[in-house]
């Protein structure tokens, strides 16, 4: 499921948890309702309560964190493939076609990435299918070098690649990372009978209702935004590509 349903639905049950408890008190008898059964049901609210801020919380930092190391793989890519496009510019005029693969290959990933960020090239550079870092990588072990200072750098550029390739694949492989749903639903849950006991013993007028409309949005939008960021790759909430544009420009040069 995306993040937008999967807040909508969170949405949908917190505050039908409220709406709930607000028709049962119409059949609850007057004596289950008094002070100290008050007491006893706002105890159980505030337990819940609890422990839904704290799996929040926890859920937040969690996704926080998986934004944050997508978005260090992407700076940290993008800086080695300018350091990769140097090696190859200092080995030589024979890397000129390899130093274009690799230009084309990055406007070709923003691209895909980001369709409205394209950058000020040929439109045919980046519509032909781009090259991989793969080829790329056999395309420099092709190469013939003809002193120490060439071997020199046809390892570092190699070396280089393999980490961009391992960044790649690791990139992919975080962008699986999901929450679980067992535990979604069991969240969903805790939350559903937070609100259904704030509306068991809430009054039903319009103010109270503006206010659980306003809480059960609010706690959507935080399940829609740990949704997101645990998927920085696409969504309303994105890891930014302007380092890898920024490559782009120093590529080739």
Same mark, same amino acid.
């Given at each position: 499921?995306?993040?937008?349903?999967?807040?909508?639905?969170?949405?949908?049950?917190?505050?039908?948890? =409220?709406?709930?408890? %607000? /028709?049962? $008190?119409?059949?609850?008898?007057?004596?289950?309702? *008094?002070?100290?059964? &008050?007491?006893?049901?706002?105890?159980?609210?505030?337990?819940?309560?609890?422990?839904?801020?704290?799996?929040?919380?926890?859920?937040?930092?969690?996704?926080?964190?998986?934004?944050?190391?997508?978005?260090?793989?992407?700076?940290?890519?993008? =800086?080695?493939?300018? %350091? /990769?496009? $140097?090696?190859?510019?200092?080995?030589?005029?024979? *890397?000129?076609?390899? &130093?274009?693969?690799?230009?084309?290959?990055?406007?070709?990933?923003?691209?895909?990435?980001?369709?409205?960020?394209?950058?000020?090239?040929?439109?045919?550079?980046?519509?032909?299918?781009?090259?991989?870092?793969?080829?790329?990588?056999?395309?420099?072990?092709?190469?013939?070098?003809?002193?120490?200072?060439?071997?020199?750098?046809?390892?570092?550029?190699?070396?280089?690649?393999?980490?961009?390739?391992?960044?790649?694949?690791?990139?992919?492989?975080?962008?699986?990372?999901?929450?679980?749903?067992?535990?979604?639903?069991?969240?969903?849950?805790?939350?559903?009978?937070?609100?259904?006991?704030?509306?068991?013993?809430?009054?039903?007028?319009?103010?109270?209702?503006?206010?659980?409309?306003?809480?059960?949005?609010?706690?959507?939008?935080?399940?829609?935004?740990?949704?997101?960021?645990?998927?920085?790759?696409?969504?309303?909430?994105?890891?930014?590509?302007?380092?890898?544009?920024?490559?782009?420009?120093?590529?080739?040069?």
């Amino acid at each position: 499921m995306s993040a937008v349903v999967v807040g909508v639905i969170t949405f949908v049950c917190v505050f039908g948890g =409220a709406i709930a408890g %607000m /028709l049962i $008190r119409k059949f609850i008898p007057e004596h289950h309702l *008094t002070v100290d059964s &008050r007491d006893a049901i706002k105890m159980g609210a505030g337990l819940i309560a609890t422990l839904s801020a704290l799996v929040l919380g926890l859920l937040v930092s969690s996704a926080k964190n998986s934004f944050d190391d997508m978005s260090d793989s992407v700076i940290q890519s993008s =800086a080695k493939l300018i %350091m /990769l496009d $140097r090696a190859m510019a200092r080995y030589g005029p024979q *890397t000129q076609p390899i &130093r274009q693969m690799l230009q084309r290959s990055v406007i070709a990933l923003i691209n895909m990435s980001r369709p409205e960020n394209k950058t000020n090239v040929d439109k045919a550079a980046f519509e032909r299918e781009p090259p991989t870092m793969e080829l790329v990588s056999d395309k420099l072990r092709e190469l013939t070098p003809q002193n120490d200072a060439q071997q020199a750098l046809q390892s570092e550029a190699l070396r280089l690649c393999g980490e961009i390739l391992q960044n790649r694949w690791l990139m992919i492989e975080q962008s699986q990372i999901s929450l679980p749903l067992t535990f979604l639903v069991v969240l969903v849950f805790w939350l559903t009978i937070l609100f259904g006991s704030i509306g068991l013993l809430a009054p039903a007028n319009k103010t109270v209702i503006v206010s659980l409309v306003i809480c059960s949005i609010s706690v959507g939008g935080a399940i829609f935004l740990i949704e997101e960021m645990n998927n920085p790759i696409s969504g309303f909430v994105k890891v930014s590509n302007a380092p890898l544009i920024k490559a782009v420009e120093h590529l080739g040069r």
